[in-house]
């Protein structure tokens, strides 16, 4: 049943909503969207906070979610998924077969994460989310379905791996599954007064903890209204209290809800608090340096101390600081191309949410991630731990991610829109999303 996008800065009032139940359905209504000059949105999961990127106003809104159908094929260890679904509830079916897919952290995240990479849990054990994409079943902009995969089309394959929503619509994706039994994870919360030390545990754990594959972490570093830390761990085995997390556990906590759980699904919960109604992001990638990480979590602080930012309604800074481990990005290269031109080396996607209260605020905020964002790299830079990949899933708008991946890929991608869409309508029609721009 189509939803509410999760920001409210993504509200908009489109003329027609329309629930494709399959890829013909999809496929019939593109073709009367291109040939009548319609401007239009696609919606799966509703998780962008940026207007017009899943919804429009006065046009129309084609929500996937119902193309819904999840099919696994116990024989060549696949699962057929349609992209209308969260990840949660995909997790939650494959549980009954002890298996599981790479994808979102948190469960309410739909498909919309696979056109951006996508990072997971799992990402140290198999890649990417989207690396593990057998066969995409897309929509093409003049309402053509098309399968692609590997063997089919290997540029428009490689394409479809992280190029956002410019070489196709996605209706059904066929995903690797992978054995998975109980998992231990959960969420410890922290005082903000221990915001160095965590810092400083991240860097440790992904010096050394992260070598190990089955671990992961995803923490939340809030200023302003909460003032805490939250930090989701995940360990993919029936193991407690893992010691790769020790740097973690030697720092006193508020609340530790871990635990082992007896599959992935049950493990991972919505750790974002939606208290604040209107939200933006923005990222930036630097390397494994712990005075780094300390450094830039204060800058961030400071910045959330201003009497700017103290004045806005609501004015909360989340830092996401997500540790991309060399075990990740080796899989990635090893398990097939894709256009993200990722270095080799033990890097930090460093990802910054905004929330506040008021739309009379909107411009303001999105002015704080731009400034926040040029404080941290210009610390980067001056460091020489600058990268200039930018995390698709966590760009601001005004960041350029496709064009980050380097211009080779950029090149190739936009040669590729050319012969997948001829007549540009997912660059000029096909609202929102970072797009691969004109000639
Ligand atoms: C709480 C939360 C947790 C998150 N966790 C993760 C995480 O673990 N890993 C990660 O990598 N990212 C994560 N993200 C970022 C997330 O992947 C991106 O915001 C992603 O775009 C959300 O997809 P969606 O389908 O929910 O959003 P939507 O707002 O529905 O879509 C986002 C964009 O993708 C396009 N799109 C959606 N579906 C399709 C499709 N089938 N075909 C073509 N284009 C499509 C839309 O048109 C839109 O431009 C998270 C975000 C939030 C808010």
């Known amino acids: 049943m189509y939803g509410t996008p999760r920001s409210e800065t993504a509200w908009k009032v489109p003329s027609c909503i329309f629930e494709p139940s399959d890829s013909t359905a999809l496929a019939d209504a593109v073709k009367i969207i291109s040939s009548n000059n319609i401007t239009f949105a696609v919606r799966s999961g509703g998780h962008s906070p940026f207007s017009n990127w899943a919804n429009v106003d006065?046009?129309?809104l084609i929500s996937l979610s119902a193309i819904n159908a999840i099919s696994y094929n116990p024989t060549d260890e696949t699962v057929r998924v349609g992209t209308g679904n969260q990840w949660g509830q995909v997790y939650g079916k494959l549980a009954e077969y002890d298996r599981v897919v790479v994808g979102g952290r948190v469960p309410d995240v739909g498909f919309g994460l696979l056109t951006g990479g996508g990072l997971s849990h799992h990402s140290s054990l198999y890649g990417f989310a989207a690396d593990n994409v057998i066969i995409y079943e897309v929509v093409l902009s003049n309402g053509t379905e098309k399968t692609v995969s590997r063997a089919s089309d290997p540029e428009h394959f490689w394409a479809l791996k992280a190029g956002g929503t410019n070489f196709g619509i996605i209706s059904y994706v066929t995903?690797?599954?992978?054995?998975?039994g109980k998992v231990w994870g959960g969420v410890i919360f922290y005082s903000i007064e221990y915001l160095d030390q965590i810092m400083a545990a991240i860097a440790e754990y992904q010096a050394v903890g992260q070598l190990d594959p089955r671990s992961a972490i995803l923490p939340y570093v809030a200023f302003n209204n909460f003032n805490s830390?939250?930090?989701s761990f995940s360990y993919l085995d029936a193991v407690e209290r893992p010691e790769v997390f020790n740097n973690f556990y030697r720092i006193p906590s508020l609340l530790d809800d871990t635990k082992i759980h007896n599959?992935?699904?049950?493990?991972?919960?919505?750790?974002?608090?939606?208290?604040y109604p209107r939200w933006t992001w923005g990222s930036t990638t630097f390397y494994l340096d712990n005075s780094t990480y300390v450094q830039v979590a204060r800058l961030c602080q400071n910045i959330s101390r201003t009497d700017e930012f103290q004045a806005i309604q609501g004015a909360t800074l989340v830092l996401v600081p997500q540790p991309v481990s060399r075990a990740m990005v080796q899989r990635s290269v090893a398990s097939g191309e894709h256009p993200m031109n990722l270095r080799d080396r033990e890097q930090i996607w460093f990802s910054i949410n905004l929330g506040w209260q008021y739309a009379s605020d909107d411009a303001r905020m999105e002015q704080f991630v731009v400034d926040t964002l040029s404080s941290i790299e210009k610390l980067t830079k001056s460091k020489g731990l600058f990268d200039e990949y930018v995390f698709f899933n966590n760009a601001h708008t005004t960041q350029d991610p496709l064009r980050r991946y380097g211009q080779n890929a950029f090149r190739k991608m936009k040669r590729i829109s050319r012969t997948v869409d001829p007549a540009q309508i997912y660059q000029s029609r096909l609202a929102g999303g970072f797009k691969l721009g004109g000639s």
């Open 58 to 60: 006065g046009g129309v």
């Open 229 to 231: 830390i939250f930090i």
């Open 175 to 180: 995903l690797k599954a992978f054995p998975q």
């Open 263 to 275: 599959n992935f699904s049950a493990s991972i919960s919505e750790v974002v608090d939606k208290v």
